[in-house]
């Protein structure tokens, strides 16, 4: 079987909204006889590719948003010029240059509503196998994607994470940070009794109490989730946010999540000069959601919770990654617990500590408005119940107290760590660390990254989070043992840098 391939060329006006630009889609496709599921990209000017309008309609179709400077799309010929569009970008049609920027021929000339162009053209026909049973929109996976861009606007894989590292390869692992020797024969007991409930539908309700007992909060504050992701994921699809911004260096995965959701993603990006600490008065005032890690990965820098407060405000959404907050002794400037800052939302893992990357679950702390916004946004039955019996579990005092342990053996290992990477003089290791990572830069990082690679270590590449480059790499802590044997080869590694011709 076969379809056509269809681009879709777009032009719009700054603030243009999503419902518009989508609706105008849907009715040029009608006029052709076409189906959304054979359009296979969104084509725009690039100074537009970040255009909530456009990227919202690309995530409800499905499709990735291609950009291109206007003079690429200047040399197009189009068969209906516009003098207002000549003049304002020298082009003739933002929507018909971009719909045949990449070759074919025109299905639909330039169609108008209020704030937005488009046009339609077609590029053959490929083979399909995919069919759609209700005349819907299909969604891909190419809606959880970052809306692309032309090559030359390209920044930092916002997918990349640090299992690709590892996947497949003997390495030991200083790319991930999920802590070495988990889950405990305890928890693992648990969850394969968990199996036995396995034909009935998960009832969350213990799991969720244990985890609002755990953190002294009313249940209705409570929303477990298929792990920290799909927070996020519910929090950029279902909250009213129109100006979102994220602090960086962070994880990449809330930004990611915004931008397929269609938002147009503001960046704080902090300093290593200033130790990547964090000043409120960086964040717009307009900005009303706000998303940052505490402590925050890859940086390892703890935010004092008096400093995040002074983000907060009313009609303002604040949003922190407390992933790693149980690895800190004594959770200091934890706010999972408070029920006085305006707007805050705080994330927990449980991967991280107890080793269930794989079971995915997490959840959120917010107030219940909040929880009941992002709740009608989840499907049915979110997490499994094997993840379900594992939360509970980990809300016990016997694992509070392991976990504290943890933290405690966390902060030794991590200082003995610090200690050995002092003694390299082409060593900068952002410090204080409150995280079981440290985050150090280094000129030649990647050869030295693939070095190490060689000699068995995992490490993680620091260029894929906005703010870093190629000088940074992300180091997990480990046992001492480990770490000695990762010193060493550090050394090797640096030793073992091919000299550079001069002149």
Not at 25 to 44: C, F, H
Not at 169 to 196: C, F, K, M, Q, Y
Not at 225 to 254: D, K, M
Not at 376 to 402: D, G, I
Request: glycine content about 8%; aromatic content about 4%.
């Amino acid at each position: 079987m076969t379809r056509a391939e269809l681009v879709v060329g777009v032009g719009a006006r700054h603030g243009v909204a999503a419902e518009e630009v989508l609706g105008l889609i849907r009715r040029t496709l009608a006029e052709a006889g076409a189906a959304a599921a054979d359009v296979v990209a969104l084509a725009t000017l690039d100074t537009r590719a970040d255009e909530p309008g456009i990227t919202g309609a690309a995530a409800r179709l499905g499709v990735p948003v291609r950009s291109y400077p206007a003079k690429a799309l200047a040399q197009v010929r189009v068969p209906h010029p516009s003098a207002v569009s000549l003049t304002a970008v020298a082009t003739g049609s933002v929507a018909e240059a971009a719909a045949l920027m990449d070759g074919g021929e025109l299905l639909v000339p330039k169609r108008k509503s209020g704030s937005a162009t488009c046009a339609v053209a077609r590029r053959g026909t490929v083979d399909v196998t995919r069919a759609s049973t209700n005349g819907a929109e299909p969604f891909t996976m190419a809606a959880m994607l970052p809306p692309t861009k032309h090559t030359e606007n390209a920044g930092p894989d916002l997918r990349h994470h640090g299992d690709a590292e590892v996947r497949g390869l003997d390495l030991i692992d200083l790319a991930v940070n999920v802590r070495t020797g988990t889950p405990p024969e305890w928890l693992r007991r648990r969850i394969v009794t968990s199996l036995a409930s396995l034909a009935a539908y998960p009832d969350g309700r213990s799991a969720r109490a244990a985890v609002a007992g755990r953190h002294g909060l009313p249940e209705e504050r409570v929303l477990l989730t298929a792990g920290a992701a799909e927070a996020f994921v519910l929090i950029a699809r279902a909250l009213p946010v129109s100006r979102p911004v994220v602090v960086h260096p962070q994880f990449t995965e809330p930004e990611a999540a915004l931008r397929a959701a269609g938002h147009e993603v503001g960046r704080v990006v902090l300093s290593p000069e200033d130790g990547f600490r964090l000043d409120p008065a960086a964040v717009p005032e307009d900005a009303d959601l706000v998303v940052v890690g505490n402590p925050t990965n890859p940086t390892s820098v703890l935010h004092p919770a008096g400093v995040l407060e002074r983000l907060a405000r009313p009609g303002r959404t604040l949003v922190v990654d407390e992933a790693f907050m149980d690895a800190v002794p004594g959770e200091r400037e934890a706010l999972c617990a408070r029920q006085d800052v305006p707007g805050l939302v705080v994330l927990r893992s449980l991967t991280k500590t107890w080793g269930l990357a794989g079971l995915r679950v997490g959840y959120v702390l917010a107030d219940p408005a909040t929880v009941g916004l992002l709740q009608e946004a989840q499907p049915l039955w979110p997490v499994s119940s094997p993840a379900l019996a594992a939360a509970e579990a980990c809300m016990e005092p016997r694992a509070l107290v392991e976990a504290a342990d943890a933290a405690d053996r966390t902060a030794v290992d991590r200082a003995h760590l610090l200690a050995g990477l002092a003694e390299f003089s082409e060593v900068r290791v952002v410090e204080p660390a409150a995280g079981p990572f440290v985050l150090l830069r280094l000129e030649r990082a990647d050869e030295v990254r693939e070095l190490l690679r060689s000699r068995g270590f995992a490490a993680r590449r620091g260029d894929t989070f906005p703010g870093l480059g190629g000088e940074w790499l992300r180091i997990a802590v480990r046992d001492r043992v480990t770490t000695n044997r990762f010193l060493q080869a550090l050394d090797l590694a640096l030793q073992g840098l091919p000299r550079r011709a001069v002149g």
